[in-house]
């Protein structure tokens, strides 16, 4: 069952890709200094 391999490898390499984004949106956020104190709470 070569498709359901293929599908499964390529769900696992588009969540780790939109995780990665998704941290780094984060990090950027606080590198910028975009987030205020009180909003630290939303963030994590």
């Known amino acids: ?7 499964a ?3 696992i390499w588009t ?3 939109i995780y990665w984004i ?7 956020g606080f ?3 975009l987030y205020g104190p009180g ?3 939303m963030v994590y």
């Open 9 to 11: 490898n390529l769900l």
């Open 15 to 17: 969540e780790e890709q």
């Open 1 to 7: 069952n070569s498709w359901a391999n293929t599908s």
């Open 39 to 41: 909003e630290y709470c």
């Open 31 to 33: 590198e910028l200094e």
């Open 22 to 28: 998704a941290a780094r949106y984060l990090m950027l």
